[in-house]
C-alpha cells in the first residue's frame, strides 16, 4: 500500500524518536502521518477537505499544531514543518522534480501563490526544495498561521542556494534504501526538535548558534502595562551584537590579526593539536602494530561548566591571576617550563616547546601553572572579560542528550565494560533496513556536526563573503567571539593532555603520534584493550584513556601495522593518515597499493603533516 502523501511533522519536549517505523497507512493520499512514539503520538490535525492545492492551503492554514515549542520561558517557538512525498506531488498537479529554468520556477511560483491566495495565504518569493506557506496577521480566511514545507523529491536538486538552504533537510529525508522519504523527515524531524527544543536551520553550524539562542534566549519582550505595547531588551549576561573584538583574538580574516602579524607581533593561537608526532622508542618499535583512538565528542566534554567571557575584553598590565578564576587571554612565556617530553607540549596546538611569549587563554595557563609550576606572576599583559559565565551549560545539556539517546538506539550506552564496547561499536553502523538504528545513526551524525560546528561559528570565516560583507554580517554578529572558541579550545586540549598524562604515569604508554582528537599508541596487539589503566575490580580509572562512547572516552579508530606508521613517517608524512586505510583488525583497506619500487618522494601535500 502507497504511503501518506505528506507526513507532518510535530515536535514535543521529551518525547524520543518512534520505537520502530509505523505500517503503510490506506491508500489515502490525504492520511496525516501519526507515528508511535515512546511518550505519545502525533497531533489530532484534521485532513485536507480535497485533493486541489488550494485545499492543502485551506489546511495548511487551518492552525495546525505543529509548532515546535520554545524551549525556555523567555525564548520563542518555531514553525512546524510538513514535507510532501512523490505521491503529494502528484496528487497536487505540481512536477516531480524542480524546474531548472526560470520559466518553469516563474510558472510554479505563480501557481503556488494564485492557489494559497484563494485562501489567504502566501508562499515564498523563491520556491525550491524548501519554502514557506504562510497567512499574516489580519488576513482572510484565518488566523495567523507559518508552516516550513519541505519536498521530498525535490531535495538536492535547484540552483546553489536552493541546495544549501535545504542541506539538512536532506539526510533527514533520505530513507535506508536511499530514496527521499517524507515519512522518514517526519520522524527525524520530531526526534531533532524532540532532543535540542529547535528546527534544523540551513547549516549545522547555524542550527548551533539557533539552538543556543533558544535555549539561553539574549533577547526579553516586556509589556508595558499602560499602552499594552510590547518592547525587547537584552537579557542579563547576553552577548551584545557589534564588533568587539580585541587585536590578539580577532580571528584569522580580521583586519587587526593582519595587522598584528604585519608587525610581527604575537596572536592567540589556541587550537587543537594538529600533525604532532615524535620518534617512537626503542620499547615502542619493538611493537607490532599503532593502535588509533579518537576521543568521543571532546567539545562537550568541557563546555558545561567553565567560565567564558561574555564580557568585554578589557587590556590589563601586571594582571593578578586570583587562581585563574577569571577568563581571558594572558601574555605567557612558558619557555623555561619542563614538561613531559613523550607527549606533545601542553600549550601549543604543533606540540613542540614554545619559542616565545604567546597569549593563552585561561585554561592553559591555568593548568601550566598547577601541573608544571608555571608562575603567573611573572604575566605581565592580560585581556580579561569584564563578564564570565558558563554560557553554554543549557545548550551542551541538550545536544549531549540527544547525542546519548541515539547512540542508546545503536546499542552504545554509558557503563559499557571495554570489549562488550568495542563489539558493539563494531556494528553500531550495520543498521539494514532497521528504521529505529537508521534514524538514530543519521540524527548521531548531524549533532556530532552541530557541536562542532558550533564551536567553529564563533571564529566564522565565511569565505563566500568578501571583505566588506564580512565585517558587516559576520564580525558584527552576537555570535563572532573568538575568544570564546579558543577557550572551548584550550579546555579540550588541556583536558586531553590530562589524560594523556594520567595514564603514562599509570602505564608508562604514551601517544607517539596525535593529529587533533586521534591519538596513534605502539602496541603489541590490534586493539588498545592493553592501553586501559584498571582499577582492582577491573573498572576503569577516572580521567585516565577508557573506552565508551559518553563525551571524553574514547572509540577504537584503526590498527596500523607499526612499520607502516614508521615508513609514513620517513616520508614525512603524519601516520595519522593511515587510519582510513587499515581496518581496526589491522587489514588493509585502502586503495591499491603503489609498486613496492615506486619512488618515497613526498609531494608538497604530504608534507602537511610535517612535525
Not at 507526513?7 to 491508500?27: I, L, V, Y
Not at 553554554?392 to 546519548?404: A, I, Q, S
Not at 558550533?454 to 573568538?482: C, F, M, N, T
Not at 603514562?504 to 605502539?522: I, K, Q
Request: charged share 20%; proline share 8%.
Amino acid at each position: 500500500m502507497p504511503r501518506p502523501a505528506w507526513s507532518s511533522s510535530t515536535p514535543r519536549p521529551g518525547c524520543a524518536a518512534p520505537e520502530r517505523a509505523p505500517p503503510a497507512g490506506p491508500s489515502r493520499p490525504w492520511k496525516r502521518h501519526r507515528p508511535r512514539r515512546r511518550g505519545g503520538v502525533g497531533p489530532g490535525a484534521p485532513v485536507p477537505a480535497g485533493p486541489k492545492l488550494a485545499d492543502w492551503f485551506a489546511w495548511l492554514g487551518t492552525g495546525l499544531p505543529l509548532r515546535v515549542e520554545r524551549a525556555h520561558p523567555q525564548g520563542r517557538g518555531g514553525d512546524g514543518a510538513v514535507c510532501l512525498t512523490a505521491a503529494a506531488l502528484k496528487q497536487l498537479g505540481l512536477p516531480a522534480t524542480l524546474p531548472s529554468t526560470d520559466k518553469a520556477l516563474n510558472a510554479l511560483q505563480a501557481k503556488l501563490a494564485k492557489a494559497a491566495a484563494a485562501v489567504g495565504m502566501e508562499v515564498s518569493e523563491s520556491i525550491g526544495p524548501m519554502f514557506r506557506a504562510f497567512r499574516r496577521a489580519g488576513s482572510a480566511g484565518g488566523p495567523k498561521t507559518s508552516q516550513q514545507v519541505t519536498v521530498a523529491p525535490w531535495l538536492g536538486q535547484g540552483d546553489a542556494r536552493q541546495q544549501a538552504v535545504s542541506a539538512l533537510a536532506a539526510p533527514l529525508a533520505t530513507a535506508p534504501d536511499g530514496t527521499r522519504d517524507g515519512q522518514t523527515f517526519a520522524h527525524r524531524y520530531r526526534a531533532f526538535t524532540a532532543d535540542l527544543g529547535v528546527a534544523p536551520g540551513a547549516t549545522t553550524a547555524s542550527t548551533a548558534m539557533l539552538h543556543l539562542d533558544a535555549v539561553r534566549p539574549r533577547v526579553e519582550w516586556t509589556e508595558d502595562e499602560a499602552t499594552g505595547e510590547w518592547s525587547s531588551h537584552l537579557r542579563e549576561g547576553a552577548l551584545p551584537a557589534g564588533d568587539r573584538c580585541v587585536p590578539i583574538a580577532a580571528g584569522a580574516r580580521h583586519p587587526l590579526t593582519h595587522e598584528l602579524l604585519s608587525q610581527g607581533r604575537a596572536v592567540c593561537e589556541e587550537e587543537d593539536y594538529k600533525w604532532w608526532a615524535r620518534q617512537l622508542t626503542d620499547e615502542e618499535a619493538a611493537r607490532s602494530f599503532a593502535v588509533a583512538v579518537d576521543v568521543c565528542a571532546s567539545y562537550l566534554s568541557v563546555t558545561d561548566s567553565p567560565p567564558l567571557p561574555i564580557g568585554e575584553l578589557e587590556h590589563v598590565s601586571n594582571p593578578s591571576w586570583g587562581k585563574g578564576k577569571t577568563a581571558g587571554l594572558w601574555l605567557a612565556d612558558f619557555t623555561g617550563v619542563e614538561v613531559d617530553e613523550l607527549l606533545p607540549h601542553p600549550a601549543t596546538f604543533h606540540g613542540r616547546p614554545a619559542t616565545g611569549p604567546g597569549w593563552y587563554a585561561t585554561p592553559t595557563v591555568a593548568y601550566m601553572a598547577s601541573m608544571y609550576g608555571f608562575d603567573p606572576a611573572t604575566i605581565t599583559e592580560a585581556y580579561l572579560s569584564t563578564h564570565t559565565a558558563p554560557l553554554l551549560k543549557e545548550w551542551t545539556t541538550r545536544v549531549r542528550g540527544g547525542y546519548k539517546r541515539v547512540y542508546a538506539d545503536l546499542g552504545l550506552a554509558d557503563g559499557q565494560g571495554p570489549e562488550e564496547f568495542l563489539t558493539a561499536y563494531a556494528v553500531h553502523k550495520e543498521v539494514g533496513t532497521d528504521a529505529v538504528q537508521a534514524n538514530a545513526l543519521t540524527l548521531g551524525s548531524l549533532y556530532k556536526n552541530i557541536y562542532k560546528g558550533g564551536i567553529g561559528k564563533w571564529s566564522d570565516s565565511a569565505r563566500h563573503l568578501d571583505d566588506e560583507q564580512w565585517l558587516e554580517k559576520v564580525a558584527a554578529s552576537w555570535s563572532y567571539r573568538p575568544e570564546i572558541r579558543f577557550h572551548i579550545i584550550a579546555a579540550a586540549r588541556i583536558a586531553a593532555h590530562r589524560r594523556m598524562r594520567k595514564t603514562y604515569l599509570l602505564t608508562g604508554r604514551a601517544p607517539f603520534a596525535v593529529n587533533v582528537d586521534s591519538y596513534l599508541y605502539a602496541t603489541d596487539a590490534p586493539s588498545p584493550l592493553e592501553l586501559l589503566p584498571l582499577k582492582d575490580d577491573g573498572s576503569p580509572v577516572p580521567g585516565a584513556l577508557r573506552l565508551g562512547i559518553a563525551p571524553d572516552s574514547h572509540k577504537h579508530e584503526s590498527s596500523i601495522p607499526l612499520q607502516e606508521a614508521v615508513k609514513a613517517m620517513e616520508r614525512r608524512e603524519h601516520p595519522s593518515k593511515l587510519t582510513h586505510s587499515y581496518a581496526t583488525d589491522g587489514t588493509y583497506t585502502g586503495p591499491e597499493r603503489a609498486s613496492e619500487t615506486s619512488g618515497t618522494e613526498s609531494t608538497d601535500e604530504q608534507k602537511e603533516g610535517e612535525n
